[in-house]
Nanobody
Framework: QVQLVESGGGLVQAGGSLRLSCAASGRTFSTYMMGWFRQAPGKEREFVAA????????WSADSVKGRFTISRDNAKNTVYLQMNNLKPEDTAVYYC??????????????????WGQGTQVTVSS
């Protein structure tokens, strides 16, 4: 069982930066694939980025490549999402997710079994 708690969301102007954090409970954090997803009002939840347990492999959506970076600190049971050059279209609730380290379809919502409660990110123009 893994419990996830996100933090770091807020209101920022376009072009600004935020860093989201997701703290996980348990002693086996390094064995989980971790992902970030987001959901804007009226839209489906969409993949943002993922990172394998060791931190050696990462994936990101085309819409955030070059702007967002996922990382993790297994000693702190925490995964991060550094978001730079934010755009109004990045406005959404951002969710942290955990799943098996052997996930192949990292961009699928259904690949992850554990979710946080979400943190709001609002980017003003």
């Amino acid at each position: 069982q893994v419990q996830l708690v996100e933090s770091g969301g807020g209101l920022v102007q376009a072009g600004g930066s935020l860093r989201l954090s997701c703290a996980a409970s348990g002693r086996t954090f390094s064995t989980y694939m971790m992902g970030w997803f987001r959901q804007a009002p009226g839209k489906e939840r969409e993949f943002v980025a993922a990172i394998r347990g060791s931190g050696g492999s990462t994936w990101s959506a085309d819409s955030v490549k070059g702007r967002f970076t996922i990382s993790r600190d297994n000693a702190k049971n925490t995964v991060y999402l550094q978001m730079n050059n934010l755009k109004p279209e990045d406005t959404a609730v951002y969710y942290c997710a955990a799943g098996s380290n052997t996930i192949v379809m990292v961009q699928r919502v259904t690949s992850y079994g554990y979710w946080g409660q979400g943190t709001q990110v609002t980017v003003s123009s």
